[in-house]
């Protein structure tokens, strides 16, 4: 197992360990998507070797009083950052008319 998956597993499971909202908690016991993991294995860990600060699946309310999920959550101190991977499905799906 490489360094990347050590670490990795460890920090999915401490998160899930210590989570006790039901909804959050769900999404990461399914697991990170393929390009979240991705952008993990192949830009944020090399550059930065390690998930300190970096939280998976955060839940923020919407403008309507839902839920959405940053799919990985950057808050070292007071800053915050989120990077959100539209994955594969967002680029095959069929244009709209109005977003031409």
Not at 60 to 86: N, T
Request: aromatic share 14%; hydrophobic share 35%; proline share 5%.
């Amino acid at each position: 197992m490489s360094r990347f998956d050590e670490m990795y597993e460890a920090w999915l499971k401490s998160h899930i360990d210590m989570e006790t909202n039901p909804r959050r908690k769900a999404r990461l016991e399914k697991g990170l998507g393929h390009g979240t993991v991705e952008f993990l294995r192949t830009i944020w860990f090399p550059r930065v070797g390690n998930f300190d600060h970096l939280y998976p699946e955060w839940e923020v309310r919407d403008f309507g009083g839902g839920y959405r999920y940053i799919d990985l959550a950057y808050m070292p101190g007071r800053a915050k950052g989120g990077h959100r991977d539209s994955g594969l499905w967002a680029a095959c799906q069929r244009p709209r008319r109005e977003t031409l």
